[in-house]
């Protein structure tokens, strides 16, 4: 099980409000609690933070509101102790606008080197002053700025797919594919296990520059040469022992998704499918065989994701009258039922720590928080929020800081007498702390400790195979072998358990030999080729 951290909001170690990389190494103890076998980091480089981090300056070295390089390789050696090994994130389409050769090719001004570097080209028009596509960001808004050339006449102007402070790489220049091959030979030589590719669809444009048509390919998502690139990443990543290459692939299409994890290229990628999908038991199943169908020809191992930093957390998703994630239907103040999503979010625990593949744990979700969603609009930080014209809320609400013992905010996030958080956290995360869940039975956490421990102790789990079995509408059932099943009601009405079985786990209360609504158990039997009495079929 791979657990995300968001340095930002885990822990604060030196009490500026801000989680930090001594916080990080405060909390190891929590992690492997849990029983973590990696933990991926979110972005700790230097940057000016327009996009928390995403935009970097320097891909070397760790900014310092986080800490510094010593620090970290502490961490990793700290957290390889322990069992634990780490994945850093790596954000490979864009830079920050501060970054070294971002500032040379402006400084530089037309004919300098560095804009080979970049997309720089001129406007349309007369004098220039058209941009040179109408393509939409994917924060939504322009992706083109104009640049002012060094004598104070307006230039060129520069493309950037997300902010304007995050111009993008032009991955056709040897110079760009030679500075990240590098890049992660550093961190490999600190010991980190693998890379987290941010946006990794992204990085190959059409120089033709066509506009986006829906009767042509499109000019910058999932180009055919962006798996050479990939191919050098696994070349470098086969230079060390047992490393490993993770993308961000944001794809409809299965077939063009898995061609990222060919034996060659990525070693997985993540399951945006499964985390969008509803909570209906026919789309979940289609959604399930759909990903191990997609991973069989390359033998790449699936992975299942229910949050992580860019989505509305689940125990809010699933307390909807919608149940999916699109970034397109975001909406502020979407009604939500806390308690019904709560359920929900207990019961996909256990699903999603049940299918074969790597699971992933966004911080915390196993406390069962919910997306904060009344922050005030001036501590909102997060540039979706106003490059969607504040149509979209934006990402800060799952990003609040983690609650860790107390009764009233900062919940021990920070140490005593420390600035504010840099977002403010619920006072009613005091039931959700994890001081206040260990030992509870009953709490999210010991739920997803006592799943993940069967997990790691049942050779069935992990990689295998996956046996559907008969079961009522709305009713997902199936084994892993050696015995062990998984059956969750997604149907309104509670629905008769298996005649025989050991109880493991389950998600919620069971209500005298019926599997309630919403619910979701683990069993033991001697023979996994039943489902629930009063089958009629597959969901």
């Known amino acids: 099980m791979i657990y995300q951290v968001y340095p930002r909001s885990f822990a604060d170690g030196n009490g500026d409000g801000i989680g930090d990389i001594a916080g990080i190494r405060s909390r190891l103890n929590h992690l492997s609690a849990l029983g973590v076998d990696a933990i991926w980091f979110s972005p700790w480089y230097p940057s000016p933070m327009a996009d928390a981090g995403y935009d970097v300056s320097d891909y070397r070295d760790i900014d310092p509101v986080f800490g510094t390089l010593a620090e970290v390789e502490a961490l990793i050696a700290e957290a390889h102790a322990l069992g634990i090994r780490t994945i850093v994130d790596v954000v490979p389409n864009h830079c920050s606008d501060a970054h070294p050769w971002f500032q040379a090719a402006l400084a530089g001004g037309p004919g300098a080197p560095e804009r080979d570097l970049f997309w720089f080209r001129p406007g349309r028009g007369p004098n220039g002053d058209e941009r040179p596509t109408d393509w939409v960001g994917e924060f939504g808004g322009e992706t083109w700025t104009r640049t002012t050339n060094p004598d104070g006449t307006p230039g060129d102007w520069y493309l950037h797919l997300f902010a304007p402070q995050q111009p993008d790489f032009n991955w056709d220049h040897p110079r760009v594919r030679e500075e990240f091959e590098d890049i992660l030979r550093f961190w490999f030589d600190r010991g980190v296990d693998g890379i987290r590719i941010d946006s ?7 120089g033709t520059l066509p506009e986006v048509r829906e009767d042509q390919p499109h000019p910058f998502h999932d180009l055919d040469g962006v798996h050479e690139i990939y191919r050098g990443w696994r070349r470098v990543a086969d230079e060390y022992a047992d490393r490993a290459l993770i993308g961000e692939v944001w794809l409809p299409d299965r077939q063009r998704f898995a ?3 060919r034996p060659d290229e990525l070693h997985a990628a993540f399951n945006f499918d499964f985390l969008g999908c509803a909570w209906d038991a026919a789309a979940l199943r289609e959604s399930i065989d759909g990903t191990l169908s997609a991973h069989a020809p390359v033998n790449a191992p699936a992975t299942w994701v229910l949050s992580n930093h860019d989505v509305t957390r689940h125990v809010t998703r699933y307390g909807r009258a919608d149940t999916r994630f699109s970034f397109a239907a975001k909406r502020e103040g979407t009604p939500t039922d806390l308690e019904l999503g709560t359920r929900r979010a207990r019961a996909a625990a256990l699903l999603s720590l049940s299918l074969p593949g790597a699971a992933y744990v966004y911080q915390g979700e196993e406390l069962g928080l919910y997306e904060v969603e009344d922050i005030p609009y001036a501590m909102r930080q997060d540039p979706m929020w106003e490059r969607s014209g504040r149509i979209d809320p934006g990402r800060d609400g799952c ?12 919940f021990e996030f920070s140490p005593e007498g420390a600035a504010a958080p ?3 956290q619920p006072a009613d995360w005091k039931d959700r702390t994890a001081s206040a869940q260990t030992g509870d039975s009953a709490s999210m956490l010991e739920l997803y400790r006592a799943a993940i421990q069967a997990r790691k102790a049942d050779p069935a789990l992990g990689d295998g195979e996956l046996t559907w079995l008969p079961a009522p509408d709305g ?3 199936f084994s892993r072998g050696g015995g062990f099943t998984c059956l969750v009601n997604l149907s309104a009405a509670p629905v008769p358990m298996p005649a025989q079985g050991e109880l ?5 209360p069971l209500d005298d030999g019926l599997l309630p609504s919403d619910t979701a158990v683990w069993l033991r039997t001697a023979e996994s080729t039943d489902g629930p009495r009063g089958a009629d079929g597959p969901a």
């Open 504 to 508: 493991l786990l389950a998600s919620g």
């Open 200 to 206: 990794a669809g992204l990085l190959v444009k059409d």
């Open 259 to 261: 061609n990222y994890l």
């Open 399 to 410: 990003r609040v800081p983690l609650p860790w013992a107390g009764d009233e905010p900062p």
């Open 422 to 424: 840099w977002l403010p």
């Open 475 to 477: 009713v997902l059932a």
